[in-house]
């Protein structure tokens, strides 16, 4: 703790500090600067922060302003299906038939997750405000197949089904979780922001495997090591996936620290997103094991809530379900 100097060799550019108290104010001692290549912890938090939508909940998310920007036919484009430009029908409930959806922030759905994501990247590259990039990143000089790149690799924006495919493949073959792809969406733009760089035709499938890397090691208990990415992409070394997690993690000046309230933001600006593209949320019909699962659940909390108002010295009054049977009325259910 009391070490000043640096195990790493390289140190990013230390932010901004923020204004503290003086002795005079509250009787205690000013923080001490860091000498060395280690940062305070009083300096690790910039001064801009609130800006920074990876790290401040009510900060705006990059790919929701760079949605905006209309371009060349992909704003408001049918991302659900690119043969077919026709609106999908929406499943309504009936007497008969009550459709829920099957994703929430806590459980999102793996499929529907990747696709957003893979929108608000596509989203990214092509309204990008720049072309600064990093060599560590760039895949002609880091190519992931032993064919390389075209000429013109860096010309033209990949489509948003590209991207998928790729997102895809990558959590499909490392049983990756649809949490992971949200972090690594959170990761990516925490990137763009503390390296200053942008995301190109030439480094986004580099950027994206580094986001994925970390996002997999940070979230999922059983990380993927990088070995196994590997086996994933036949052509790269292992060396080269240590260098790249290495420098994304000082880029990000090691700061991998994902708070709820920013992990539901990207949650619900995902959906947002997939609403104003048409990608939608398939409804699931409400079968009978799952009401009975939802009704033993809501029954838990409301016995807690009775519990804790019992003890408050709150009166419970008995509603005509429990007066009618003569006592509480529980459902049959298997928690899981």
């Not at 070490?3 to 002795?23: E, Q, T, V």
């Not at 408001?76 to 922030?105: A, E, F, G, M, W």
């Not at 089904?161 to 493949?169: A, C, D, E, G």
Request: aromatic content about 8%.
């Amino acid at each position: 703790m009391g070490n000043k100097n640096s195990c790493c060799a390289h140190s990013s550019p230390p932010p901004g500090r923020r204004d503290l108290p003086n002795i005079d104010s509250y009787g205690l001692p000013e923080p001490q600067e860091s000498t060395g290549n280690l940062q305070h912890i009083s300096e690790r938090e910039p001064e801009d922060w609130d800006a920074d939508p990876s790290l401040h909940p009510k900060a705006g998310t990059i790919f929701i302003e760079r949605s905006k920007v209309s371009d060349n036919g992909l704003a408001r484009k049918r991302s659900q299906n690119h043969l077919v430009d026709v609106r999908p029908l929406k499943k309504s409930s009936s007497c008969s038939t009550i459709y829920l959806d099957d994703s929430t922030v806590s459980q999102p759905n793996l499929k529907n997750t990747i696709k957003c994501v893979a929108l608000a990247i596509c989203y990214l590259i092509k309204n990008r405000t720049s072309h600064r990039q990093l060599d560590i990143f760039d895949e002609k000089l880091h190519p992931l197949t032993r064919d390389g790149v075209a000429d013109d690799y860096d010309k033209h924006n990949p489509e948003h089904r590209q991207i998928y495919k790729f997102v895809r493949t990558l959590f499909t073959a490392a049983q990756l979780t649809a949490e992971c792809a949200i972090i690594t969406l959170v990761y990516l733009e925490r990137l763009l922001t503390y390296a200053e760089v942008d995301i190109t035709p030439a480094n986004w499938k580099r950027i994206v495997l580094g986001a994925i890397l970390l996002a997999s090691k940070v979230w999922d208990d059983q990380a993927v090591w990088n070995v196994d990415y590997c086996q994933i992409l036949k052509d790269i070394t292992v060396e080269d996936m240590n260098e790249l997690e290495r420098q994304f993690l000082e880029m990000l000046q090691f700061n991998i620290n994902v708070p709820s309230s920013v992990y539901a933001k990207y949650y619900f600006d995902l959906r947002t997103l997939a609403e104003a593209n048409d990608l939608s949320f398939p409804g699931e019909p409400l079968s009978k094991d799952r009401a009975q699962k939802l009704e033993a659940m809501s029954r838990v909390c409301e016995d807690k809530v009775t519990e804790q108002a019992l003890r408050n010295g709150f009166k419970k009054w008995s509603s005509m379900d429990n007066v009618s049977t003569g006592g509480p009325r529980r459902s049959v259910a298997i928690l899981s």
